[in-house]
């Protein structure tokens, strides 16, 4: 492991927990931590020029999400990306995320309406930029707003924690199959649907956009693990239902 820089160590303000988070996702992203290789608690926290306790705090927080493993009185090693974490997770927000797009159709007010276009001509300034980092953290604020304009106090606590987890096991689409102008375009007939009251559009918008992301992260996860799986036949068996 090497010394951290500018793009390892997040802004200030993030905790030192958040800290290790950031640092150990992106050495796995770039490829300075490789899976199944052993990695000391101790020469990370020197490497970052932090104590021991935020470290530890940091790791538990991955190893939640799954993306390491302790090895007793060793160390963590890295995990590959399942694809079965990254459908079930989607199956989970599938299950939160369309029906709330249908209750807040059936709730949504002028002003919930005038704050959804905020967000969209932010994002779509930070879209033409590339300013992806910015973008998602837009994107997580309209899928929140989606659900709190429903009611759906536990559902935005249950959604962010899996998007968080979906973030630290280190998948992303964009770059890959899409740009963040398709992530864009994906969002628009969800917003049209709920501020026109249409719920059966909306849900069938967001089921379609969650859906989108889903497949293209669990056949991501698939080649990177280079395993001898149909993603479309993983997905369709785990969101079966949704």
């Known amino acids: 492991m090497t010394s951290p820089d500018s793009r390892t160590l997040p802004q200030r303000g993030q905790s030192l927990a ?13 490829g300075e931590m490789q899976t199944g290789r052993l990695y000391s608690i101790y020469q990370l926290a020197e490497t970052m020029g932090i104590s021991r306790s935020p470290v530890r705090e940091g790791l538990l927080r991955l190893e939640e999400a799954g993306l390491i493993e302790f090895s007793r009185n060793r160390g963590f090693r890295i995990v ?8 079930e997770i989607f199956s989970l927000r599938l299950a939160i995320e369309v029906p ?18 905020v967000l969209q001509d932010r994002m779509r ?4 930029t590339g300013a992806s980092d910015e973008f998602f953290d837009f994107d997580q604020q309209l899928h929140d707003l989606v659900l709190a304009a429903a009611g759906s106090h536990r559902g935005r606590k249950i959604v962010n924690r899996l998007r968080l987890a979906t973030k ?27 501020t026109a009251g249409d719920g059966a559009r909306a849900a069938t918008a967001m089921h379609a956009h969650l859906t989108m992301t889903g497949r293209l992260l669990v056949a991501q996860a ?21």
Do not use: K
């Open 18 to 30: 958040d800290q290790v988070m950031n640092y150990v996702r992106h050495s796995v992203s770039t």
């Open 80 to 87: 590959p990306t399942s694809p079965w974490d990254v459908a």
């Open 100 to 117: 709330a797009a249908q209750r807040a159709a059936a709730t949504c007010t002028p002003e919930l309406a005038a704050e959804f276009d």
């Open 125 to 128: 300034s930070l879209a033409a």
């Open 168 to 194: 630290l096991l280190g998948v992303f689409t964009v770059g890959q199959e899409r740009t963040l102008d398709d992530i864009l375009t994906e969002h628009s007939p969800v917003i049209e649907a709920i």
């Open 222 to 242: 698939v080649a990177g693990q280079g395993l001898e799986l149909d993603p479309e036949e993983l997905w369709n068996e785990l969101t079966a239902g949704y």
